[in-house]
Protein backbone atom coordinates (compact mmCIF):
# COMPACT_ATOMS: atom_id res chain seq x y z
CA UNK A 1 0.00 0.00 0.00
CA UNK A 2 1.50 3.56 -0.62
CA UNK A 3 2.45 5.54 2.08
CA UNK A 4 -0.26 8.16 2.14
CA UNK A 5 1.04 12.13 2.34
CA UNK A 6 -0.91 15.83 2.17
CA UNK A 7 -0.70 18.44 -0.19
CA UNK A 8 1.85 21.20 2.02
CA UNK A 9 -0.07 23.72 -0.83
CA UNK A 10 -3.45 23.09 0.41
CA UNK A 11 -1.99 22.95 4.26
CA UNK A 12 -0.59 26.15 4.20
CA UNK A 13 -3.69 27.81 2.03
CA UNK A 14 -5.78 26.46 4.83
CA UNK A 15 -4.51 28.30 7.73
CA UNK A 16 -3.51 31.95 7.13
CA UNK A 17 -1.08 31.88 10.23
CA UNK A 18 0.88 28.79 10.91
CA UNK A 19 3.41 30.87 12.21
CA UNK A 20 6.70 29.39 11.76
CA UNK A 21 7.28 26.02 9.81
CA UNK A 22 9.69 23.47 9.57
CA UNK A 23 9.18 20.11 7.48
CA UNK A 24 12.06 17.90 6.87
CA UNK A 25 11.80 14.92 4.53
CA UNK A 26 13.42 13.58 1.51
CA UNK A 27 13.04 13.79 -2.43
CA UNK A 28 14.51 10.70 -4.39
CA UNK A 29 17.55 11.30 -3.44
CA UNK A 30 18.10 14.57 -1.53
CA UNK A 31 17.67 15.32 1.60
CA UNK A 32 15.15 18.05 2.20
CA UNK A 33 14.85 20.94 4.66
CA UNK A 34 12.67 23.85 4.61
CA UNK A 35 11.86 27.07 7.16
CA UNK A 36 9.75 29.96 6.91
CA UNK A 37 8.63 32.70 9.20
CA UNK A 38 5.39 34.62 9.37
CA UNK A 39 4.69 38.09 10.82
CA UNK A 40 1.58 39.89 12.43
CA UNK A 41 3.37 42.72 13.95
CA UNK A 42 5.65 45.28 12.69
CA UNK A 43 8.45 43.81 14.80
CA UNK A 44 7.80 40.44 13.41
CA UNK A 45 7.63 41.41 9.86
CA UNK A 46 10.76 43.38 10.30
CA UNK A 47 13.25 40.50 9.30
CA UNK A 48 14.86 38.89 6.14
CA UNK A 49 17.24 35.71 5.65
CA UNK A 50 21.03 35.58 5.10
CA UNK A 51 23.47 32.47 4.51
CA UNK A 52 26.56 33.02 6.80
CA UNK A 53 28.36 29.70 5.85
CA UNK A 54 26.80 26.54 5.51
CA UNK A 55 24.45 28.05 8.43
CA UNK A 56 21.46 30.53 8.16
CA UNK A 57 20.93 33.85 10.04
CA UNK A 58 17.99 36.34 10.76
CA UNK A 59 18.48 40.03 10.53
CA UNK A 60 16.29 42.91 11.12
CA UNK A 61 15.72 44.33 7.61
CA UNK A 62 15.73 47.82 9.40
CA UNK A 63 17.93 48.41 12.50
CA UNK A 64 16.19 51.35 13.17
CA UNK A 65 12.90 49.93 13.98
CA UNK A 66 14.34 46.76 15.73
CA UNK A 67 12.51 46.46 19.22
CA UNK A 68 13.12 43.60 21.36
CA UNK A 69 16.09 41.39 19.64
CA UNK A 70 15.72 38.17 21.88
CA UNK A 71 13.14 36.31 19.88
CA UNK A 72 13.34 37.76 16.70
CA UNK A 73 16.86 37.76 15.86
CA UNK A 74 18.55 33.87 16.30
CA UNK A 75 20.69 31.40 13.93
CA UNK A 76 17.52 28.75 12.37
CA UNK A 77 19.93 26.37 10.62
CA UNK A 78 23.39 25.19 11.74
CA UNK A 79 25.54 22.02 10.26
CA UNK A 80 27.52 20.26 12.32
CA UNK A 81 29.53 17.47 10.79
CA UNK A 82 26.86 15.60 8.66
CA UNK A 83 24.14 16.59 10.83
CA UNK A 84 21.43 19.74 9.91
CA UNK A 85 19.88 21.46 12.94
CA UNK A 86 17.14 23.55 11.84
CA UNK A 87 15.02 25.41 14.75
CA UNK A 88 12.70 28.67 15.12
CA UNK A 89 14.58 29.81 17.88
CA UNK A 90 17.85 30.40 19.91
CA UNK A 91 17.87 26.36 20.90
CA UNK A 92 19.53 25.46 17.56
CA UNK A 93 22.95 26.80 19.58
CA UNK A 94 21.49 24.44 21.98
CA UNK A 95 21.29 21.50 19.84
CA UNK A 96 23.97 22.57 18.33
CA UNK A 97 26.32 22.64 21.70
CA UNK A 98 24.98 19.17 23.56
CA UNK A 99 25.13 17.23 19.94
CA UNK A 100 29.04 18.47 19.36
CA UNK A 101 29.62 17.05 22.86
CA UNK A 102 28.00 13.69 22.05
CA UNK A 103 24.41 14.43 23.64
CA UNK A 104 21.50 13.48 21.98
CA UNK A 105 18.99 15.72 20.11
CA UNK A 106 15.99 15.15 22.84
CA UNK A 107 18.75 15.66 25.82
CA UNK A 108 19.03 19.52 24.43
CA UNK A 109 15.33 19.99 24.07
CA UNK A 110 14.73 18.73 27.72
CA UNK A 111 16.72 22.09 28.93
CA UNK A 112 14.72 24.02 27.21
CA UNK A 113 10.80 25.37 27.05
CA UNK A 114 8.41 27.17 24.95
CA UNK A 115 9.06 31.03 24.49
CA UNK A 116 8.10 33.62 27.48
CA UNK A 117 6.05 35.86 24.81
CA UNK A 118 2.65 35.63 26.97
CA UNK A 119 -0.09 35.33 26.14
CA UNK A 120 0.77 33.11 23.11
CA UNK A 121 3.78 31.43 24.60
CA UNK A 122 4.87 30.50 21.08
CA UNK A 123 5.88 26.90 20.99
CA UNK A 124 10.03 26.15 20.23
CA UNK A 125 10.15 23.57 17.35
CA UNK A 126 13.23 22.29 16.44
CA UNK A 127 14.30 19.67 13.77
CA UNK A 128 17.54 17.61 13.19
CA UNK A 129 18.46 15.26 9.56
CA UNK A 130 21.37 13.16 10.43
CA UNK A 131 23.20 11.73 7.75
CA UNK A 132 26.05 10.09 9.85
CA UNK A 133 24.55 6.25 9.65
CA UNK A 134 22.34 6.59 6.42
CA UNK A 135 19.54 9.15 6.64
CA UNK A 136 17.07 9.78 9.55
CA UNK A 137 15.23 13.17 10.56
CA UNK A 138 13.52 14.28 14.05
CA UNK A 139 11.22 16.98 15.04
CA UNK A 140 10.27 18.25 17.95
CA UNK A 141 7.81 20.98 19.54
CA UNK A 142 8.24 22.36 23.04
CA UNK A 143 4.51 23.76 24.20
CA UNK A 144 2.40 25.09 26.74
CA UNK A 145 0.88 22.08 28.82
CA UNK A 146 -1.91 24.44 29.52
CA UNK A 147 -3.91 28.10 29.45
CA UNK A 148 -1.55 29.48 32.09
CA UNK A 149 1.34 27.94 30.72
CA UNK A 150 1.99 26.19 34.38
CA UNK A 151 4.43 24.00 32.64
CA UNK A 152 5.98 22.60 29.25
CA UNK A 153 4.80 19.78 27.72
CA UNK A 154 7.94 18.08 24.87
CA UNK A 155 7.25 15.80 21.90
CA UNK A 156 9.81 14.66 19.81
CA UNK A 157 9.45 12.38 16.82
CA UNK A 158 11.96 10.41 14.75
CA UNK A 159 11.87 8.77 11.10
CA UNK A 160 12.97 7.01 8.73
CA UNK A 161 13.78 8.58 5.32
CA UNK A 162 11.14 7.40 2.78
CA UNK A 163 11.78 9.26 -1.45
CA UNK A 164 9.15 11.70 -1.79
CA UNK A 165 7.89 11.60 1.86
CA UNK A 166 8.46 15.10 4.53
CA UNK A 167 7.22 15.94 7.57
CA UNK A 168 5.69 18.94 8.21
CA UNK A 169 5.59 21.07 11.97
CA UNK A 170 4.38 24.91 12.56
CA UNK A 171 4.11 26.64 15.96
CA UNK A 172 0.37 27.75 15.34
CA UNK A 173 -2.84 25.98 14.79
CA UNK A 174 -4.01 28.50 13.12
CA UNK A 175 -4.45 32.95 13.39
CA UNK A 176 -6.67 33.90 17.04
CA UNK A 177 -5.65 35.99 19.68
CA UNK A 178 -4.11 34.40 22.00
CA UNK A 179 -2.42 32.39 18.87
CA UNK A 180 -3.76 28.51 19.32
CA UNK A 181 -0.80 25.88 19.47
CA UNK A 182 -0.11 23.23 17.19
CA UNK A 183 -1.25 20.23 17.73
CA UNK A 184 -0.93 16.30 17.30
CA UNK A 185 1.71 14.98 14.75
CA UNK A 186 3.91 16.49 12.22
CA UNK A 187 1.54 15.99 9.20
CA UNK A 188 3.49 13.83 6.84
CA UNK A 189 3.57 15.67 3.56
CA UNK A 190 4.77 15.25 -0.15
CA UNK A 191 8.47 16.25 -1.27
CA UNK A 192 9.16 16.73 -5.10
CA UNK A 193 12.70 16.44 -6.77
CA UNK A 194 12.69 20.02 -8.13
CA UNK A 195 14.04 22.69 -5.35
CA UNK A 196 12.66 25.38 -7.32
CA UNK A 197 8.96 24.10 -7.82
CA UNK A 198 8.74 23.20 -4.41
CA UNK A 199 10.29 26.48 -3.10
CA UNK A 200 7.48 28.51 -5.45
CA UNK A 201 4.82 26.07 -3.80
CA UNK A 202 5.32 26.79 -0.21
CA UNK A 203 5.99 30.51 -1.04
CA UNK A 204 2.86 31.06 -3.12
CA UNK A 205 0.41 28.85 -0.77
CA UNK A 206 2.01 31.26 2.53
CA UNK A 207 -0.54 33.96 2.74
CA UNK A 208 0.74 37.45 1.16
CA UNK A 209 0.11 39.47 3.90
CA UNK A 210 1.60 37.20 6.60
CA UNK A 211 4.64 35.84 5.05
CA UNK A 212 8.26 37.17 5.86
CA UNK A 213 11.47 34.80 4.76
CA UNK A 214 11.40 31.05 3.16
CA UNK A 215 14.44 29.19 3.07
CA UNK A 216 14.74 25.27 1.36
CA UNK A 217 17.95 23.13 1.04
CA UNK A 218 18.53 20.09 -1.20
CA UNK A 219 21.26 18.13 0.83
CA UNK A 220 23.00 15.65 -1.12
CA UNK A 221 23.01 12.08 0.79
CA UNK A 222 26.94 11.04 0.29
CA UNK A 223 28.86 14.54 0.07
CA UNK A 224 26.25 16.52 1.99
CA UNK A 225 27.28 19.16 -0.03
CA UNK A 226 23.72 20.90 -0.90
CA UNK A 227 21.89 23.94 -3.33
CA UNK A 228 19.44 25.81 -1.23
CA UNK A 229 16.81 28.71 -2.20
CA UNK A 230 16.23 32.06 -0.19
CA UNK A 231 13.08 33.83 -0.55
CA UNK A 232 12.61 37.74 1.34
CA UNK A 233 9.46 39.49 1.04
CA UNK A 234 11.74 42.51 2.43
CA UNK A 235 13.65 42.00 -0.46
Known amino acids: MAYESCDIGA????NDYPGRGIILGRSADKAVLAY??????????????????????????????LEDPSL?????????????????????????????????FESALETRR????????????SGLIDLETGFSYK?????PADASASA?????????????IGHFIHTYA????????FRGEPVPVAVGNDIDEFTALIWKSLNAENRVSLYVRFIDL?????????????A
Not at 37 to 62: C, H, Q, V, W
Not at 175 to 181: A, E, F, T
Open 152 to 164: CSRFTFSYESVPG
Open 36 to 65: FIMGRSASSRNRIFAEKGTGLTIYPFDAGK
Open 11 to 14: ILQG
Open 139 to 143: LGILK
Open 174 to 181: GNGSPLPS
Open 72 to 104: IIYSPVRVLGKKTIVTNGDQTDTVYDFLKQGKR
Open 222 to 234: ERTSFESRLINKN
Open 114 to 125: FEPDAPNFTPRI
